[in-house]
């Protein structure tokens, strides 16, 4: 008589034991999954920004190496360009057109790391915003939380970009004033003998030379970038939802329209508007920076070493010089060729999670 209870209670525990393990393992699944899917999406961070990150250089760059010669122009000698056109002219006479390509390697490397970058920090960004309750889980960030991520990401970014932006602004700029009255002396044309150089002469904290310039170019900057590409992109969203209803689109319609990537040609305005946006509004910062970056190295030629100048400095003695004009030498090409390259940088991005996802 006491068997049957003992079976049955045998059975109970075997049975229970069963759903605590069936409970166990799905309760822990969801933990393994949603941590699979953040590794999986921190990686499309990285390789599909990568890859966004040098088609954007590539079109970009000549553009970007007349910036930084109208930007670097010494404050003590008259101007040696007398416009963006001027530099172009003179720069193809002197080096070819592929002169203008002149030092990209490193910047490749420094696009694939600072969009890649920004990217990934941007999803941290977003990270922290709900996991403090600022927002609800499921929700869509407010395009103020937007901004603010965009400028988290930047001021990271920042770090892994001065090094590379230093080493780029002293190839692009073929010459340093130095000696005696004005005398110039041939820079390196290669990354690694000017890597090699800037360490002799200044150490590891030499490469960090200009950062400041770099955290307020990429922490505005960045939130200009991302604020204005989801600003433009909601714009665009809700005229497109506007005239679907017009059209006779029922609610479900809108709703599927929001599952739907924009039409290309408005994630084009999208992208180019966020590099505009980015490059316009902090270009101030961006010019000292550039003036800092591309001072001398070392003793200058043989007359001493020279003395670097802090970011204040730097700003004082451009507004002497020039004024508020200083400021702005060679913003116009910069925000021109900005928007094609930052078109192209979220287009191929965005095209890349969607075509060919890793999560």
């Known amino acids: 008589m006491d068997s049957v209870p003992a079976q049955a209670h045998q059975g109970l525990k075997e049975a229970g034991a069963a759903s605590a393990s069936h409970l166990t393992s799905t309760t822990s699944l969801p933990t393994k999954v949603e941590s699979r899917t953040a590794v999986m999406e921190a990686l499309e961070d990285i390789v599909y920004g990568s890859a966004a990150g040098i088609v954007g250089k590539y079109i970009e760059y000549p553009f970007d190496t007349v910036k930084v010669r109208l930007q670097s122009q010494p404050d003590h000698l008259p101007l040696r360009y007398t416009g963006p056109l001027d530099c172009f002219r003179q720069s193809i006479r002197a080096d070819g057109f592929l002169g203008l390509y002149r030092g990209i390697t490193a910047p490749l490397v420094g696009a694939a790391l600072e969009n890649s970058s920004l990217f990934f920090f941007e999803r941290i960004g977003r990270g922290l915003i709900y996991s403090s309750g600022f927002a609800p889980r499921d929700s869509e960030l407010s395009l103020s939380a937007l901004w603010f991520t965009g400028g988290f990401a930047g001021a990271f970014t920042s770090l892994i970009l001065t090094p590379v932006e230093l080493v780029k602004c002293k190839i692009q700029v073929p010459d340093e004033p130095g000696g005696a009255g004005g005398a110039q002396r041939r820079a390196p044309l290669k990354p690694i003998p000017v890597i090699k150089e800037i360490f002799r002469h200044e150490g590891l904290r030499g490469f960090w030379h200009g950062q400041l310039g770099t955290l307020i170019r990429e922490a505005g900057g960045c939130a200009a970038w991302f604020g204005s590409k989801e600003t433009t992109s909601k714009w665009f969203r809700e005229r497109n939802e506007r005239a679907l209803v017009k059209r006779g689109g029922s609610q479900d319609d809108v709703l599927a329209s929001r599952e739907r990537a924009l039409p290309l040609w408005q994630q084009a305005i999208a992208g180019a508007s966020a590099g505009m946006s980015y490059n316009f ?50 913003c116009g090409i910069t925000v021109l060729r900005s928007a094609p390259s930052s078109a192209f940088i979220f287009m191929v991005y965005d095209g890349l999670k969607k075509y060919f996802p890793m999560a």
């Not at 920076?289 to 070493?305: E, F, H, L, Y």
């Not at 020039?322 to 060679?330: L, P």
């Open 281 to 330: 509004l902090f270009f101030p910062a961006d010019t000292v920076k550039s003036r800092m970056q591309t001072s001398p190295i070392g003793d200058n030629g043989g007359v001493g070493a020279v003395p670097k100048k802090s970011f204040g400095e730097e700003a004082r003695a451009l507004w002497k010089q020039a004024g508020v004009k200083g400021f702005y030498r060679g």
